[in-house]
């Protein structure tokens, strides 16, 4: 089953219109925006990826969603009809980011074809209000 992963910020719009599968990472899981030592850096950066991967949660949902997707590979629609998968968070240059990746590296161990797209990951950085 072809896969397409997006990875996208909601302070820069909506999600994907398509995505069947949608992961809201804002209310559950720990913002590296407020740490301001990875404010500035996006999912690409080792310590980006190393918060986000050892934030409470994140691993149980990448499982979670990984098994739903396979789920959907097993429907009577698996095959030949593509699944959209949306990861965001609020600026989508870290937590969404970094899951959207390690899940493209997780689905693709399992055979499929994904292709990942980061939306927001280039915009600047949303200056806001602390929590």
């Known amino acids: ?64 969603t990984v098994a739903q997707a396979q789920a959907y590979a097993r429907g009577p629609g698996g095959d030949g009809h593509p699944l959209s998968i949306a990861v965001g968070c609020a600026g989508g240059r870290h937590r969404a980011g970094v899951t959207a990746h390690a899940l493209a590296r997780r689905l693709r161990r399992r055979g499929h074809q994904v292709v990942l797209v980061h939306r927001d990951l280039h915009r600047p950085v949303v200056h806001r209000a602390s929590a």
Not at 25 to 52: C, M, S, Y
């Open 1 to 64: 089953m072809d896969i397409r992963i997006t990875s996208f910020g909601h302070l820069h719009g909506p999600r994907p219109d398509d995505a069947h599968i949608v992961l809201d990472l804002r209310q559950h899981f720990r913002d590296p925006h407020w740490d301001k030592g990875l404010r500035e850096l996006t999912a690409r950066n080792r310590r980006v990826i190393r918060a986000v991967l050892g934030t409470p949660g994140i691993r149980q949902l990448l499982a979670a």
